[in-house]
């Protein structure tokens, strides 16, 4: 029922900036958190960033102070705002859906490579 699309991923030199979008289609419930992840090849998927229905926000401590999570609901948009990319920044990025039943809806995914 609930589709979400990841956009906005790409090539990027070090210290440079890009802004992911995660589309949702379908019903979704207030209660919810909507998170991003990051996976590289071969290595344990990793939570960057969640915002509560509440508006809490958290963050990996590894991205803290350059990466920025928001929401419009209204338009079922998610944005992860990442500046100063490094390249251990490289990874497929996805948006996420969790509901309080543990349900979860996942995105496709899109690669952001930091490289020079």
């Known amino acids: 029922q609930v589709n979400l699309v990841e956009s906005g991923g790409g090539l990027v030199q070090p210290g440079g900036s890009l802004t992911l979008s995660c589309a949702a289609s379908?019903?979704?419930?207030?209660?919810?958190?909507r998170n991003w992840y990051r996976q590289v090849p071969g290595k344990q998927r990793e939570l960057v960033a969640r915002?509560?229905?509440?508006?809490?926000?958290e963050y990996s401590n590894s991205v803290k102070g350059r990466f920025t999570v928001s929401a419009d609901n209204a338009q079922k948009k998610l944005y992860l705002r990442m500046n100063n990319l490094k390249p251990e920044d490289t990874a497929v990025y996805y948006c996420?859906?969790?509901?309080?039943?543990?349900?979860?809806?996942w995105g496709q995914g899109t690669q952001v490579t930091v490289s020079s």
């Open positions: 996420n859906i969790r509901r309080l039943t543990g349900l979860e809806h």
């Open positions: 379908g019903s979704i419930p207030s209660l919810v958190a």
């Open positions: 915002l509560f229905h509440d508006g809490t926000k």
